[in-house]
């Protein structure tokens, strides 16, 4: 795996795990996707286009849908979503854009930590799922300051193993700037004050994403406190923090954990990290 730039204490960058040697984010500070409101398949079987085949080299030259990839054939997500189902991979998988009959990505099986990729799954339709996924559809200086923070692709069903399904998911209010853990029956559980992204670099809103990985970089000047990484990035700026981690948006401790006062990462107490720490991956992140 390539190494990444290390970032400073206000961005995401990348270390190495010296345990693992693995390179690590690290934080600091074309069609649009379909409704998927529910999870009830909206087409036929006959309306539904089948998976076409993809072969082993054609899947391997596919650009992964990684953290800091760039691909153009995903659908930007504009919305925000209450209901998804988390899933692993069997092997590598190809991603599909909206016509589902062109591979426009893959995402592997093992993640940038070299554990099982989480996979999170908004709506299924016969052999496909609709799937968020870690990387950008466009990047924010072609896009005048307003790209996609969140995207999504099918991808075929029989590569997913299904996991269980988290109970909770994580609100940020940017209005309120606190961060808070709401039950699937919509009872908030915890709330805590946060720290978000000032005017020049926000924190992207009117979206969801989800609990992508978690690591501990003390030289991030996070301590000991889990950096909680989410698959959502900057919508204004490319890299909003410097480095090339893709403008990624992560739920961290910081001193300064109130304000508008971060690079759009969300800054949170220790008792704040602690508590989305002790959430599942694959947990649902909306911003609002």
């Given at each position: 795996?390539?190494?990444?730039?290390?970032?400073?204490?206000?961005?995401?960058?990348?270390?190495?795990?010296?345990?693992a040697a693995i390179a690590?984010?690290?934080?600091t500070g074309g069609d649009?996707?379909?409704?998927?409101?529910?999870?009830?398949?909206?087409?036929?079987?006959?309306?539904?286009?089948?998976?076409?085949?993809?072969?082993?080299?054609?899947?391997?030259?596919?650009?992964?849908?990684?953290?800091?990839?760039?691909?153009?054939?995903?659908?930007?997500?504009?919305?925000?979503?209450?209901?998804?189902?988390?899933?692993?991979?069997?092997?590598?998988?190809?991603?599909?854009?909206?016509?589902?009959?062109?591979?426009?990505?893959?995402?592997?099986?093992?993640?940038?930590?070299?554990?099982?990729?989480?996979?999170?799954?908004?709506?299924?339709?016969?052999?496909?799922?609709?799937?968020?996924?870690?990387?950008?559809?466009?990047?924010?200086?072609?896009?005048?300051?307003?790209?996609?923070?969140?995207?999504?692709?099918?991808?075929?069903?029989?590569?997913?193993?299904?996991?269980a399904t988290p109970t909770?998911?994580?609100?940020?209010?940017?209005?309120?700037?606190?961060?808070?853990?709401?039950?699937?029956?919509?009872?908030?559980?915890?709330?805590?004050?946060?720290?978000?992204?000032?005017?020049?670099?926000?924190?992207?809103?009117?979206?969801?994403?989800?609990?992508?990985?978690?690591?501990?970089?003390?030289?991030?000047?996070?301590?000991?406190?889990?950096?909680?990484?989410?698959?959502?990035?900057?919508?204004?700026?490319?890299?909003?923090?410097?480095?090339?981690?893709?403008?990624?948006?992560?739920?961290?401790?910081?001193?300064?954990?109130?304000?508008?006062?971060?690079?759009?990462?969300?800054?949170?107490?220790?008792?704040?990290?602690?508590?989305?720490?002790?959430?599942?991956?694959?947990?649902?992140?909306?911003?609002?």
């Amino acid at each position: 795996m390539p190494y990444l730039k290390t970032w400073t204490t206000v961005g995401i960058a990348a270390v190495v795990v010296a345990a693992a040697a693995i390179a690590v984010p690290v934080l600091t500070g074309g069609d649009a996707v379909p409704s998927a409101a529910d999870r009830t398949p909206t087409a036929t079987a006959s309306t539904m286009p089948s998976v076409p085949d993809v072969d082993a080299t054609a899947l391997a030259a596919l650009p992964e849908a990684r953290y800091s990839a760039v691909v153009g054939g995903l659908l930007p997500v504009d919305r925000t979503v209450s209901s998804a189902e988390v899933f692993r991979l069997r092997a590598d998988a190809p991603l599909f854009g909206s016509d589902r009959q062109h591979p426009v990505a893959r995402f592997a099986a093992a993640d940038f930590l070299g554990q099982p990729t989480t996979v999170v799954g908004l709506r299924h339709e016969g052999a496909w799922e609709l799937v968020l996924t870690p990387a950008r559809q466009e990047l924010p200086s072609a896009a005048d300051g307003h790209a996609a923070a969140q995207t999504a692709a099918w991808v075929p069903r029989d590569t997913l193993v299904q996991q269980a399904t988290p109970t909770s998911h994580v609100v940020i209010s940017t209005a309120d700037q606190t961060v808070s853990i709401v039950s699937s029956s919509g009872q908030v559980s915890r709330s805590f004050p946060a720290g978000i992204g000032t005017s020049d670099t926000p924190t992207p809103t009117g979206v969801t994403g989800y609990l992508e990985q978690r690591y501990v970089d003390p030289a991030q000047g996070t301590g000991d406190h889990p950096i909680q990484l989410t698959s959502l990035h900057s919508s204004a700026a490319d890299e909003p923090y410097g480095g090339s981690d893709g403008g990624l948006i992560g739920l961290h401790w910081n001193a300064a954990a109130a304000g508008a006062v971060s690079h759009g990462c969300v800054r949170l107490s220790s008792d704040g990290v602690a508590a989305i720490d002790a959430l599942p991956l694959g947990t649902l992140v909306t911003v609002e």
